[in-house]
């Protein structure tokens, strides 16, 4: 038998969301929204974005997704054994804890 997911918006329950992520003061964030909660972060956060500066994106070498398995199990960020995408935040984590 088949199962479905339902994606729930994290901001008001309604189902039919998607997952978003977004970064401020060096954390990464990800957020389930509808996308009138979505278009409505966007909105509030349109003024400051029209005078920011974005940063150019730099080409990281992919990660060696074992090592960021291992080292997720070791912190309790993952589940022992777990397989699938690994989440956008754990490789900030791994990335930040790796740096240099």
């Given at each position: 038998m088949a199962t479905k997911t339902i994606r729930v918006d994290d901001l008001d329950g309604s189902e039919g969301a998607e997952l978003h992520s977004f970064a401020?003061?060096?954390q990464v964030f990800d957020i389930d929204l509808t996308d009138e909660?979505?278009?409505?972060l966007r909105s509030a956060l349109e003024p400051f974005l029209d005078v920011a500066s974005p940063q150019k994106r730099i080409t990281n070498k992919p990660a060696d997704t074992r090592a960021v398995r291992s080292w997720a199990e070791e912190k309790?960020?993952?589940?022992?054994g777990s397989s699938g995408r690994i989440p956008v935040v754990v490789m900030a984590?791994?990335?930040k804890s790796h740096r240099g």
């Open positions: 401020l003061d060096g909660n979505f278009q409505a309790g960020l993952l589940k022992e984590e791994y990335r």
